[in-house]
Nanobody, 122 residues
Framework: QVQLVESGGGLVQAGGSLRLSCAAS????????MGWFRQAPGKEREFVAR????????YYADSVKGRFAISRANAENTVSLQMNSLKPEDTAVYYC???????????????WGQGTQVTVSS
């Protein structure tokens, strides 16, 4: 019942910035957290960041700490990922996902967007 649509991907130079957005729709929208994941060619999908929906608590993968920032606008049912100091290794398809709490601080992501391509040139 939840649909997620990412936008904002594109081609940027190393060191540049990009802001991704994820718009959610559906009859109800009440995630425990929203997350961003990415998948590079030939690699497994990896966790990037998440934010709890009520408290706004954030958590980041070590690879993006200090460079990326996740945020949400609850009233608009959107979540964003501000990506700064981009590196070629950040090149991937980025997905947003809707998560429900399973164990403390950990979530099961049950709805996924189609993804948006981010390419960082060197």
């Amino acid at each position: 019942q939840v649909q997620l649509v990412e936008s904002g991907g594109g081609l940027v130079q190393a060191g540049g910035s990009l802001r991704l957005s994820c718009a959610a729709s559906g009859r109800s929208f009440s995630p425990d957290a929203m997350g961003w994941f990415r998948q590079a060619p030939g690699k497994e999908r990896e966790f990037v960041a998440r934010i709890t929906w009520i408290g706004g608590s954030t958590y980041y993968a070590d690879s993006v700490k200090g460079r990326f920032a996740i945020s949400r606008a609850n009233a608009e049912n959107t979540v964003s990922l501000q990506m700064n100091s981009l590196k070629p290794e950040d090149t991937a398809v980025y997905y947003c996902a809707y998560g429900r709490l399973k164990v403390p601080r950990r979530y099961e992501y049950i709805y996924w967007g189609q993804g948006t391509q981010v390419t960082v040139s060197s």
